[in-house]
């Protein structure tokens, strides 16, 4: 089995910061993309920032440079840097894997969520 575990959501004023983070354990063979989604009230998930095992990074075009997402491969973590948070960004934030098992399958991996509130 594999497990995501997602870590530093919470409540944050208009134009503040956040951290979010998220360990991958388990039986694990190779984590490939690693990433992170929201779903805000009332919408569909969607991709906020991705970073391929090379380094290489996707942002969602509302980041407009706010969040800066990094791994650590050593640890099998992901960070989301998040500043100048707007209300819009209210969402729960799922961490995402793409990650070979032990049994060499290669799976989508998601953690429970974890809630991020912008108040005005």
């Known amino acids: 089995q594999v497990q995501l575990v997602e870590s530093g959501g919470g409540l944050v004023e208009l134009g503040g910061s956040l951290r979010l983070s998220c360990a991958a354990s388990?039986?694990?063979?190779?984590?490939?993309?690693m990433g992170w989604y929201r779903q805000g009230p009332g919408k569909e998930r969607e991709l906020v920032a991705s970073?391929?095992?090379?380094?290489?990074?996707n942002y969602a075009d509302f980041v407009e440079g706010r969040f800066t997402i990094s791994r650590d491969n050593a640890h099998n973590t992901v960070d989301l840097q998040m500043n100048s948070l707007k209300p819009e960004d209210t969402a729960v934030y799922y961490c995402h894997s793409n990650i070979k098992n032990n049994f060499y399958q290669n799976f989508d991996y998601w953690g429970r969520g974890t809630q991020v509130t912008v108040s005005t």
């Open positions: 388990g039986a694990i063979f190779r984590i490939n993309t």
């Open positions: 970073i391929a095992s090379d380094g290489r990074t």
